[in-house]
């Protein structure tokens, strides 16, 4: 394959905003909580915007070679990439791991990390138990909706990125849009969800029992983000590429302005999430997407901020 720009599968949830739909992106108008912008998943797959292969989902079109063999590795293909637009709060959710949910049969489990793209003033993010609590304790906030005040929160702003491994509660406050960069699957356990109705009026399912199985009830120190430098092969940006994020699953660099890259054994998702430039001369601009072959040279130039996530061996 040659390089590709995605089109999302778009999810519209109650807690969705209208940000997403200012970009200007295709397909994309109204009220969205959620763009899948790379996803393998075959109930919401990302299908590809123009070429020889216009409008085909991508996991269709893809091959072994194309995902390259950091990837391939895995058997499944392991990222899941989305813009998330917060107009309001969302729940209190936490996520299995992976020995939980292969043992009961559920695929993988799901670490994710999270690069704000937009913050409203005062925004914030929820993350881990700001004290250790009981399974019983939990339980009860829960059923009280009471379980917010045990939890950290973190004001946040534009460029601010948190790593978010399974079994972390959490939840992304009003007014923050972020880029999130998980695991491939779709396993969210509701711990509490404001008592919130949805689409159908009717409230939205919790998973209590299930939550508490798989919860960290530690406290939890959000630390310094890191920052460090990775193994993207690349000359010439504007700032040199620094990696935010990594797991077995998925490594993260953040860049801005025109560099010369090529990542030899992994697909590469370019997420653009400030400014404008182009890409192997396509333009891009926020918001958008672009699905890279593995071993495939890219020249970005410009002057737009951007991510660069894929697997590292």
């Not at 001369?281 to 410009?302: C, H, L, Q, Y």
Request: proline share 4%; hydrophobic share 40%; net charge neutral.
């Amino acid at each position: 394959m040659d390089i590709v720009k995605l089109l999302p599968a778009v999810k519209s949830p109650v807690w969705g905003g209208h940000k997403i739909s200012a970009w200007g992106k295709k397909g994309c108008s109204g009220k969205i909580g959620e763009t899948w912008e790379l996803s393998f998943l075959s109930e919401a797959p990302s299908r590809i915007d123009g070429g020889e292969y216009d409008g085909q989902e991508l996991f269709k079109t893809a091959d072994k070679a194309d995902i390259g063999k950091a990837a391939a590795k895995f058997g499944t293909f392991p990222v899941l990439i989305k813009f998330i637009d917060a107009a309001a709060d969302l729940s209190v959710q936490v996520h299995p791991d992976d020995d939980y949910a292969l043992s009961k049969g559920l695929g993988y489990g799901k670490t994710e990390m999270w690069y704000v793209v937009d913050a409203d003033a005062g925004a914030g993010i929820y993350l881990g138990f700001n004290r250790p609590v009981s399974k019983e304790e939990v339980y009860e906030m829960a059923e009280n909706g009471t379980v917010v005040s045990a939890l950290n929160f973190i004001p946040v702003k534009k460029g601010d990125f948190f790593f978010v491994r399974a079994g972390v509660v959490h939840a992304i406050g009003a007014g923050v849009t972020v880029a999130e960069i998980q695991q491939s699957s779709d396993l969210t356990y509701r711990v509490f969800d404001y008592n919130r109705l949805g689409a159908d009026g009717k409230p939205r399912q919790l998973h209590l029992e299930e939550a508490l199985k798989v919860m960290d009830f530690s406290a939890y120190s959000p630390g310094v983000q890191k920052m460090t430098v990775g193994s993207l092969k690349c000359d010439g940006t504007k700032s040199a590429p620094v990696k935010i994020a990594e797991c077995k699953y998925f490594s993260v660099y953040k860049c801005r302005g025109g560099g010369n890259f090529v990542s030899p054994d992994s697909f590469v998702a370019v997420i653009c999430t400030y400014g404008s430039g182009n890409i192997s001369g396509r333009t891009m601009k926020k918001g958008d997407v672009f699905f890279v072959p593995a071993g495939k040279n890219f020249i970005t130039d410009g002057d737009a901020e951007y991510l660069i996530a894929g697997v590292e061996i």
